[in-house]
Structure formats: C-alpha cells, structure tokens
C-alpha cells in the first residue's frame, strides 16, 4: 500500500474506482465478438469432442470445394464453344482454284489430279475449317464438340470431324497415294486455297460457359432452425462433416439484426459485469487494503482484464490458438504482490472473462486454471528468480496433462489428438519465463516490491549497508538487532516478515551523516553536552529527512523506504524535549522542533518496526535484565505507543500487539540471558585428594573458565 492508505476513502474515491471499473468493463465488452463465434476442432470419421449443437438459424449446407471442382470439371467436358460458318470464305476459295486450273497458276494439272483437288477441297469446307490455335485450345481444353452456326441453325459437330488450316492441308495432299505425285503436289502451294470458314465465337461461348456454371448450385439441402446438428460422441460422417463446415462459414458472414444485436450486447455487458462485481465484492470484503490503495486496485484491474482482451482480439480460428496465451501469469503475478487467495480469485475470474469470447470454453477454463493453479502452489513463497523456471514448468506440464485428459474424456484416442493444441500449450509456458523481466517492469510501474528485491535489499554486501557498517558501527548493530525482533514478531502475527526485516535493516541509514551523535556509536564522548536541546533535537530527528534522501539516492523501493519516516512516526525526541521542559519551566516548548516529521504507521510492519526499534534501543539501558525487568520495559514502551495513538492508522489488532510483546520479551531474554556463577575452587578443603584437585585444575585450564 501507498503512504495514503491508512486514511478513509470517501465518495470521491470510490466514484474513481467506480469508473475505473465501468471502464474495464466497457472495454471488455466491447471487444468480445458479436456473432456466435463457431471454434470448434472437428475431422471427419472422428468422435465430436464437444458439447451438443442445436441450429439457432436456418442455413443451407454447402457443398465442399473438392465436390463443387469436381462438378465443375464435368460440367466443363459437356461445354461446348460456339463457331460462327463464313459460307462465303467456301464460295471464293472454290473458285479461286477453278480459274487457276483453267488459266493461272495450276494449268497444265493433270486432270484427273485437279479432279481429285477440287473434291478434297470441297469436302474440307463442307466439313468446316478452324484456326490452328482454336483447334490447339480445344484440344488442351478435352472439347470433344461445338456448336456451329450457320444463318439460324446452330449445330452441333465433333472435333475430330472438323479440321484446322494445317490438317485440313494436309488432308488435300493426301488425294494421291503416290509419293511422286505428293511431292509434285507440294509445288502447287495449294495452302492458299485453304481458310478457316469457322470463326470461334467469343462472346456465345463465354455466354454458354456462364450459364453452365450457373447452373451449379453451391449448396445442397438445408438446416432447419432447432434441428439437432450432432451430439457430444458421436461420429462426424461426410454429411455432418458438410454440415458442421457450413455452419462455421454462415457464423463467420451472419449479422444479427438490430433487436438482436442490442440483445447480445447487453447479455455480454451483464456477464462481463457479474464478473467484476464478484472479484472486487470479495477485495472490499476480505482485502480492503487492495481496495483502499489506488495503484494496488489499478494493478488488480489490469491483471484481470489484459488476458481477457488478448482472448478476443485473436481470431476465432484455429481454435486452439487462444491456448497461446500465458493466463499462468496472471496468478504468478498475484501470488507475488498480493496473497494466495486474492491470486485464486482473480485467475478464476480472468479466465472466466477469457471464456466468453470462446463457444466452447470448457477446455479452456479446466486448463488454464489448472495451470494457474499449479503455478501459484509452486510459488507460494518466491526466494530467487530462478524459482520462476520450475513454475513454468510445473504449470506448462499441468496444462498438456489436463488438456489430455480432457480429450481422452471425450472419445478422442491417442491418435485423434490435435498436435497443435500442444504447440500452443507449450509456446504459452515458455511465455510464462517472461515473468522474469516483467517482474522489474511492474515493480517500478505500480510501487511494489518483491519478495526476491527484498532478499537482495537485505544482504549486507549491498553498497548502503557496507557503508552503514563502516561509518556507523553501532547503528549498525542496532538495525541487524531490531531486525531479528520484528522479523520474529511479523513471523507470529502472519505479516510480511521479508518486508519488515529490510525496513529495518534500512530505518536509521540516515545517522551516517552524524553517527557520533547517536548513543549506540559514541565512545566515551557525547558532542550533545555542548549543544543546547533545540539543537541536539534538531540533529537527532534530521536522521529521518536525511535517511529519507539516502534511500531516493540508492533507489530504495518505495515500500522500503516508508520504514524510514514511520519508525518514529509523529513522536518527540522525548530526551531532549523533557530536557528543555526542566530548563525552561511555566514556558511552552517550540512543539514542531521537538517532533519527528511522521507519519504514524499505516501498515503492520511499520508498527512492528516502531515497537521493536524503541524496545531494542531502550534495552541497553537498563541496570540488570531479568525477566520481571525486561518484561516490565515491553510493556511499558509498547503500552505508551499504544496510548499516545500511533498505531490508530494502521490494521494492527490488540491480539496482535499482545503476541508481539511476548515474543519481544523471550528475544530479549534470550539475548541477554544471565550467565551462571561457578564457585571457587577451595584448596584446602581438598588436600587429601591430589588426583581430584589435580584433574580438576586440568579440566578448567582445558576449558578457561
């Protein structure tokens, strides 16, 4: 929590958390798809895996594309192009061949040779001539018929029946069988009287084309609104198989009308509402310290609502895709900065708002929170960096265990599971080792402080520490002793005992500008005698201001850091302040010069601290320590704290101050426990026993008693 915690919120602050979550809210729904989203996983002459499905609308089953290419290609086999016949192009390349048999270039033919050229001729114009190309084409297309039209008939001839220029060329050379003859006819360039009288005709054909693939319809039967589509276990046939596809293809171009639309809308807000309301219901109940801390509650929303929105914005297909991502996370995070229940409660309610951008989420939400889960059981209490590794692991195997079984559960066999499913499992665990990077980012972006910075905080190698231990010997000692105080106490009542120990190894940082100042680094010299009481106070209170600029110079986290101000909280230096009330008597005291800047306390182990630093300092000056003593000097401070209202801010319970002086009391006892006396030796009462007094002269010289 932040320094503001401790106070009581008012309307203003809960109208912000209000919008803050009408805003999460909004932003949730919004992003979840409007349609009915298909997402299923489905082969055909496989088991269906899923719940029942029970048609919402009325659509029609479409074919498959194997089976509409495969209609296609035989409607494509009975197309047959459209030629136009030029009768004209037979009437002048007929007589052309006349006249020059009679008087041009092919008199002098021997008769019966141009007898046998005119018949040729004759026959391959009345058998129709095509373009070389357009013979080309229909053969590469397998068109095994056309349609010729010829004035208003339009009739349809085989292709093996009709010729192009080239073969109908060579059809004409073949009048004589005779080599000689063929070769004497080849000088006659007869190809000139050859010319195609069937010109292909474009635009019928394109028009035919078009209308035989028209007749093609994409769908084959319809589905009826209500009818049942297939039950969970049973076999996907061919025709289910056509069913189910086309059901994911009418919900991916299905709009709902207006009515409808608004219906689902506020259906999802609702949900989405629920949800929020019974996550931060139980943070106001049983964690109000998240709620009263504005940077705590933001954190909560975010750790809530990010995965959710990813989960959205994916597509819906595969399905398995939305397994990607590391809601493992979310828990990992939780269990980190808050606790372990606040961490179960929000990953279930993450994954809860991550389910419903999916139709079938129960998959989904048995895996995740199995995972997160685990990954929360494995992290119960973070020490290193290193420990993130087997939780990924951990949660990573959970989630591939859970997801089998599921399946397994289902009818599916070994053979029948999705490989992908298990990529996708797996990618989202080695996600989860970016919890180690993330871990500085959200420290820095939200104030907290992990329970691995604290390890490394309170080692005493760190540079503030060292340094601590050369200029400031004494206060040294003094915060490693109160240290182990408040670690033990925090340990009794159940609060942060990692926190509270490096709080105190850092609360009085601020003495090592004037360490000789401070009783616990004087020796034998007190600089306090020479100063007058307003000073001394000044010196003495100055160590939580400058304490406060060491621990900004070193980058204390902000939770250390608070130790600093709190451990004395708005008290006086009561030496010096009694002091100057014997010297000044009827006079009122300068109040602020003798007072530390504060706060009071406003958590926990801040009171703890603040008890165990005046106990531990107050410790060293008694006479004799007995336990009547030490147990009369607890009670005394604590009970003193108590009454002058330093711990009214913060949510520490009389049962909990109770438990903290009993263990102040056997610490202290145990550190300055009192040693045995051993008697004297007497000489003379032993003299006529030379071996004992010798082997009991040798047993204390073995031990220098």
């Known amino acids: ?46 088991p269906w895996t899923h719940a029942q499905i029970i048609a919402d609308y009325d659509f029609p089953i479409y074919k498959s594309d194997e089976a509409l290419q495969a209609e296609r290609d035989s409607v494509e086999k009975l197309f047959q192009p459209y030629f136009s016949e030029d009768k004209s192009v037979r009437t002048t390349q007929v007589l052309r061949l006349r006249h020059d048999l009679m008087e041009g270039s092919l008199k002098g033919m021997p008769r019966d040779m141009a007898r046998q050229i005119m018949a040729r001729i004759d026959t391959v114009y009345s058998m129709g001539i095509v373009k070389a190309e357009d013979m080309r084409a229909m053969t590469d297309s397998g068109v095994s018929r056309i349609r010729v039209i010829s004035g208003r008939e339009a009739k349809t001839r085989k292709t093996d029946e009709i010729f192009s220029t080239r073969s109908a060329y060579g059809y004409v050379l073949s009048a004589d069988s005779s080599a000689a003859h063929r070769e004497q006819l080849t000088q006659y360039n007869l190809n000139n009287y050859i010319e195609a009288n069937l010109n292909f005709d474009r635009s019928r054909s394109a028009a035919a084309r078009r209308d035989l693939m028209d007749a093609i319809t994409p769908t084959y039967g319809l589905v009826q609104r209500g009818q049942k589509i297939i039950g969970q ?33 506020g259906g999802q807000l609702l949900l989405v509402l629920v949800t929020f309301s019974c996550f931060f219901v139980y943070i106001k109940m049983y964690r109000p310290e998240y709620f009263c801390s504005l940077r705590t509650f933001i954190f909560l929303l975010v750790q809530v609502t990010i995965f959710p929105i990813a989960t959205s914005l994916l597509p819906a297909t595969p399905r398995a895709l939305i397994f990607v991502l590391p809601f493992s996370m979310t828990g990992i995070f939780m269990r980190i900065f808050t606790d372990t229940s606040t961490a179960f409660v929000a990953i279930g309610s993450s994954v809860l708002l991550g389910s419903l951008a999916i139709a079938d989420p129960q998959q989904f939400l048995l895996v995740n929170f199995a995972a997160s889960t685990a990954a929360i059981f494995t992290l119960h209490d973070l020490q290193q960096r290193s420990q993130l590794f087997p939780t990924a692991l951990i949660a990573t195997l959970t989630a591939l265990f859970t997801a089998m079984a599921y399946d397994l559960a289902q009818g599916m066999t070994l053979t029948d599971l999705n490989p992908q499913l298990y990529i996708y499992i797996t990618i989202s665990g ?19 402080v992990s329970s691995v910075t604290l390890i490394e905080l309170s080692n005493i190698n760190t540079p503030l520490l060292r340094r601590m231990s050369r200029e400031a010997a004494g206060t040294f000692n003094h915060s490693m002793q109160v240290a182990n105080l408040a670690a033990d106490a925090a340990a009794k009542i159940g609060a942060k005992v990692l926190l509270v120990r490096t709080g105190a190894f850092y609360h009085d940082i601020g003495k090592m500008l004037n360490p000789a100042f401070f009783t616990e680094n004087q020796s034998g010299v007190n600089p306090h005698n020479q100063l007058s009481p307003e000073a001394s106070a000044r010196i003495i209170i100055s160590h939580v201001t400058e304490g406060m600029k060491l621990a900004d110079k070193y980058h204390l986290p902000k939770a250390v850091k608070d130790f600093i101000p709190t451990h004395h909280g708005k008290s006086k230096a009561k030496y010096f302040y009694i002091t100057w009330l014997n010297s000044h008597p009827g006079e009122t005291p300068p109040e602020d010069v003798f007072t530390y ?12 601290l ?58 202290l006892k145990t550190i300055y426990h009192s040693r045995i006396q051993y008697p004297e030796f007497n000489n003379a009462s032993d003299k006529t026993h030379p071996t004992r007094q010798r082997n009991l002269g040798g047993l204390f010289g073995k031990y220098r008693l």
Do not use: W
Not at 247 to 265: D, F, Y
Not at 633 to 653: A, H, M, S, W
């Open 233 to 265: 276990g049973e076999i996907i046939t061919p025709q289910t198989y056509d069913i189910l596809k086309s059901l994911e293809k009418e919900s991916e171009v299905r709009n709902l009308p207006s009515r409808g639309m608004r219906l689902m809308i």
């Open 430 to 448: 080695v996600l989860l080792l970016f919890s180690y990077p993330l871990l500085y980012i959200v420290e820095k972006a939200f104030g907290f």
């Open 597 to 608: 800047p504060g706060p009071n306390p406003y958590t926990r182990e801040q009171a703890i």
């Open 610 to 667: 603040m008890m165990a630093d005046s106990v531990e300092a107050s410790s060293r000056s008694l006479k004799e320590y007995t336990e009547a003593s030490i147990t009369e000097l607890v009670n005394r401070i604590i009970d003193t704290q108590v009454k002058e209202g330093y711990f009214l801010n913060c949510p520490i319970t009389f049962r909990d101050i109770s438990d903290i002086k009993h263990v102040f009391i056997d610490c």
């Open 1 to 46: 929590m932040t320094k503001d915690n401790h106070r009581k919120y008012g309307t203003r602050d809960i109208l912000t958390r209000a919008l803050l979550i009408v805003a999460c809210v909004v932003v949730v729904t919004l992003l979840l798809p409007r349609e009915k989203r298909f997402g299923y996983d489905f082969k055909a002459g496989k």
